[in-house]
């Protein structure tokens, strides 16, 4: 057995070092050894500093935004608002909303807090807490991709992409129930037996009991502070990842020659795209092929993915229609195979991992569709 284990640590050591020392060596060749690596340092630190940074920005507002509309019951109304939607759309109980609300607001491991409580729990069947997990990744740091999707100066897109989002979200959510139930009827059994006391109220009379001021002031700070925790959380997915898709993405830019500068690379992925490039242009309306990087990557994390829309600002390939699809894919995929695994084994169901993932990947590929489809009836209109 032990050697087994080594013999397999082997194996793997070799298999890895033989596939860095191909990439590396492919881009070197074509980019010059020297010229790649001041490329890849140069494209991280400006990730970091025009990208990060502003995104951190968004985080910090929209977090103490978010954590003020939770104070002042903005977000206890919309979950009120939203209930009866819940049931005949998601076939989830009316507290669910909550769920979308809060993710919505922050990441998708909001979704995980809200599912181990047991007063939120004891409102769900099995197969329907599980399939929270697709439900609240497909609103997943939403607010943070609409404002910044905004900030381009395209609000159209966005509210088309959130559209889209949302149709995926029923698609996700309804396909994880039904695929749960098929293989394992005996989800379809209540959480609890019970429910557990209602403990808000106790939590909303000790906020009653602090002055107005100070519930605003510790809001803001408080919110402020979780959009810091969420800003730094991106910083190794920004820059591990987007410099890895610039690096196989873009080639030399307006320069023509390959000097170390940021966001230079070879592209692989336009290439390998163009050779079915009718499927992109016909599902999504993409008419240049490195708009694909941005739907792959949110796959990983979404807050990567938007490091990469000021290269396609810059490089004038980004429109309303790129906004909608960006913002429905961003929104919906939202990171969930990096995601998935952890929030599904939190929970105690890994044997429902794949189906999960399984029905996410359709649901973020047709809010793409969605939204797109959606982005040109608009235009007509």
């Not at 025009?50 to 995104?55: E, G, I, P, Q, S």
């Not at 006391?197 to 605003?216: A, C, N, Y």
Request: net charge neutral; proline share 3%; glycine share 10%.
């Amino acid at each position: 057995m032990k050697k087994n284990r080594t013999r397999r640590s082997t194996i793997e050591a070799l298999v890895f070092l033989a596939l860095l020392i191909t990439v590396f060596s492919l881009l070197g060749m074509r980019m010059g050894g020297g010229n790649m690596l001041k490329t890849i340092m140069n494209t991280a630190h400006d990730l970091l500093l025009n990208t990060v940074f502003y995104l951190m920005g968004i985080t910090v507002l929209t977090g103490a935004l978010s954590k003020l509309m939770s104070e002042f019951g903005v977000v206890t109304l919309l979950e009120r608002f939203l209930r009866p939607l819940m049931k005949p759309v998601y076939n989830l109980p009316g507290v669910a909303a909550l769920g979308a609300v809060m993710t919505f607001l922050s990441d998708n491991p909001a979704i995980i807090s809200l599912s181990k409580d047991k007063t939120f729990s004891a409102y769900f069947k099995k197969y329907q807490l599980i399939s929270l997990t697709n439900f609240g990744t497909a609103f997943g740091m939403g607010f943070v991709v609409i404002i910044t999707m905004i900030g381009y100066g395209h609000l159209s897109g966005a509210l088309v992409g959130l559209f889209g989002a949302f149709c995926g979200s029923v698609i996700s959510t309804r396909l994880m129930q039904r695929s749960c139930l098929k293989a394992y009827p005996e989800l379809d059994s209540p959480v609890q037996e019970q429910l557990a006391d209602d403990v808000r109220e106790e939590q909303e009379e000790e906020s009653e009991q602090k002055g107005i001021f100070m519930r605003f002031l510790n809001a803001i700070l408080d919110g402020g502070k979780n959009g810091v925790d969420l800003g730094m959380q991106i910083i190794p997915g920004v820059l591990i990842i987007t410099t890895a898709v610039i690096m196989i993405t873009f080639g030399t830019g307006p320069s023509g020659v390959y000097d170390g500068s940021s966001s230079q690379g070879v592209p692989i992925l336009p290439w390998l795209a163009e050779k079915i490039h009718w499927v992109f242009e016909w599902l999504f309306g993409f008419e240049h092929m490195e708009l694909i990087a941005f739907p792959m990557t949110s796959l990983g994390a979404v807050g990567a993915s938007l490091g990469l829309l000021p290269t396609f600002d810059a490089a004038g390939i980004l429109d309303g229609n790129a906004i909608a699809v960006f913002t429905a894919s961003g929104m919906c995929w939202s990171g969930f195979l990096s995601t998935h695994t952890a929030m599904l084994d939190s929970l105690g169901y890994r044997k429902v991992i794949s189906k999960a993932i399984g029905a996410h990947a359709i649901a973020g590929l047709c809010a793409g569709i969605i939204a797109h489809f959606t982005y040109l009836l608009v235009s007509l209109l």
